[in-house]
């Protein structure tokens, strides 16, 4: 991938980054912290649905035939982003004991999608 093939991706993953976070913030969620990096993870943004920590991957597809962004969270990816929100809780012990939840806001063609509770973290957490 040329330069500017990834300075494209990279401006894409941005402005799906900031429409997914008008979305959440639109109903009612509080950003925490973005693009939370560690060794073996990141998270694009970390909310607070009430009591809830909320972990969102935001994926964007610019063609449907890929399928949706959602579908690309796969077992790895799913474990890359609890190891990120283990780091980030351990960082934050006075929420760790609110409950969690990963979410997915997938977009890319026509109107963005939220997955609530996406997927249930595996153990050991």
Not at 8 to 33: D, N, T
Not at 74 to 88: F, H, M, S, V
Not at 112 to 122: G, I, K
Request: net charge positive.
């Amino acid at each position: 991938m040329g330069l500017w093939a990834r300075l494209s991706a990279r401006l894409r993953g941005q402005q799906g980054e900031a429409e997914a976070l008008r979305l959440l913030e639109a109903h009612g969620l509080k950003l925490l912290a973005c693009n939370y990096a560690v060794s073996g993870g990141e998270i694009d943004l970390i909310m607070r649905d009430g009591e809830a920590v909320v972990f969102v991957e935001v994926r964007w597809r610019s063609h449907a035939e890929f399928g949706s962004g959602a579908d690309s969270v796969d077992l790895t990816k799913q474990r890359r982003l609890q190891t990120a929100a283990r780091a980030w809780i351990s960082a934050h012990p006075r929420l760790a004991r609110s409950p969690l939840r990963f979410d997915i806001v997938s977009g890319g063609q026509g109107e963005p999608v939220w997955y609530r509770n996406a997927f249930e973290p595996r153990s050991p957490w």
